[in-house]
């Protein structure tokens, strides 16, 4: 009977590990990013800036309640968790700090991927045990590192795809979805502040992204997920971004070239990150949308009267073949409605003459675009 049952548990994983991201039969795919929950040990661990009235009975589970409404009103094929999943130095056991924290995906059996931030690996558990957890969990299809690779910086560099929607799991991807590891801290001591994306990963991400690329008239755009902002982003002034940058951009000090590394590869349309808990906004750079998620987690940083908040990511397919048609992107707030707010195209597949594939940025459409420099966070702790 332990044996039958053993069986079944090791099926079960499987089918959750084997587990096709597909479009659905109306041509979309959604999914839902999860910024910085700085999850820690639950009801025990209290919430902070939030206003005076709200800190009694607020804590973790304010962040689990969140990540659950979000589930119900968005349905989404795929949950990102973009690190600082946990805020490992106030966890009593960083593995079961992890498990209250991605519980509410795996309670909906969603499939979901997470990525580490600076802070997941800030106790027992180091970068690579904490990957390790991570993906022995159910229904995730988070990986270590990918295989075939021999050496690679870092822990929780992988790709999914994603396919047409239909019978045929041998269909090729038609979205791709790459997953890095920013690091953390910079480890050569006359560069100060955080990790950034090395050569080795970068050199991966070239390869596959060459692999994964279609013909010129079929669109395989690709999204790219980690969790340190770019160097870039500190650039964009008030009226390049969708949504609002209320803190300095705390990216690394020292610029690896990934962002350039994303240009040449061609199929990266947009790269969504965490880290700066209120700043929420997209700006675009050279036809590449960069985006924060905007501050989940209730034991995060914040600012008190300004809502925690998730991103949802939408790609819809063209409706006579051709792949992927548009890729949209809102914020929900944790508020009693859950408003929807900074919806935006985020990248469109255009023709020209009919035949030749272009590909644009829309820059109309802009909602509620504010800046507000007078909030300085310096004394922050990222
Ligand atoms: C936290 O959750 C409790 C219990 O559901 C709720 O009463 C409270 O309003 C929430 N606090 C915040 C800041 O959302
Ligand atoms: C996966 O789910 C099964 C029940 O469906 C449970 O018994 C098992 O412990 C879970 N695995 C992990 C690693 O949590
Ligand atoms: C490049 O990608 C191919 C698959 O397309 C793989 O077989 C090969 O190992 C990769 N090489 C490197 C250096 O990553
Ligand atoms: C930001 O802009 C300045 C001034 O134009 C430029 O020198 C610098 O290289 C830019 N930095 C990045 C990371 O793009
Ligand atoms: C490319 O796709 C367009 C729109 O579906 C189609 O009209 C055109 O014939 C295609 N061109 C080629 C070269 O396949």
Redesign the pocket.
């Known amino acids: 009977m332990a044996q039958i049952v053993a069986l079944l548990l090791l099926i079960d994983a499987a089918v959750a590990a084997a587990r096709l991201l597909q479009f659905n039969s109306h041509g979309a795919f959604k999914i839902l990013q999860v910024a910085d929950m700085h999850f820690a040990n639950g009801a025990t661990t209290k919430c902070l800036d939030v206003l005076p009235e709200q800190y009694a009975g607020c804590s973790d589970l304010n962040t689990t309640s969140f990540v659950k409404r979000m589930i119900d009103a968005e349905k989404p094929d795929l949950i990102v968790f973009t690190g600082d999943n946990i805020y490992a130095s106030d966890c009593s056991d960083p593995a079961e700090s992890l498990d209250a924290a991605f519980a509410p995906a795996v309670e909906a059996k969603l499939p979901w991927a997470a990525v580490l931030g600076n802070h997941d690996q800030e106790s027992s558990l180091k970068r690579s045990g904490v990957m390790d957890h991570i993906v022995q969990m159910n229904y995730t299809l988070a990986q270590v590192n990918p295989a075939?690779?021999a050496t690679i910086d870092g822990f929780g560099n992988y790709n999914l795809e994603v396919l047409a929607p239909g019978q045929d799991s041998e269909q090729e991807s038609l979205l791709n979805l790459y997953f890095v590891d920013s690091g953390d801290y910079s480890t050569d001591p006359s560069i100060p502040g955080y990790g950034w994306v090395m050569p080795s990963q970068q050199?991966?991400l070239r390869?596959?992204s060459s692999?994964l690329q279609g013909s010129a008239n079929q669109s395989r755009p690709a999204l790219v997920f980690f969790h340190i902002p770019l160097p870039e982003v500190n650039n964009f002034t008030s009226s390049q971004i969708v949504g609002v940058k209320q803190e300095m951009v705390a990216s690394p000090t020292f610029n690896s070239g990934f962002f350039q590394t994303l240009v040449e590869m061609g199929d990266v349309k947009a790269a969504f990150t965490g880290h700066d808990h209120v700043n929420d906004f997209c700006g675009e750079l050279q036809h590449i949308q960069l985006c924060y998620g905007g501050g989940f987690g209730y034991h995060a940083y914040g600012k008190a009267g300004w809502s925690r908040r998730a991103r949802v990511i939408e790609a819809s397919l063209s409706d006579g073949g051709g792949g992927v048609e548009k890729i949209m992107t809102w914020k929900r707030l944790d508020d009693e409605m859950l408003s929807t707010t900074d919806k935006q195209e985020l990248w469109r597949r255009r023709y020209e003459d009919h035949t030749i594939l272009v590909e644009s940025i829309a820059t109309e459409g802009v909602e509620f675009p504010r800046y507000d420099p007078s909030f300085s966070s310096s004394n922050q702790v990222w």
């Open positions: 075939g690779v050199a991966w390869n596959l692999s």
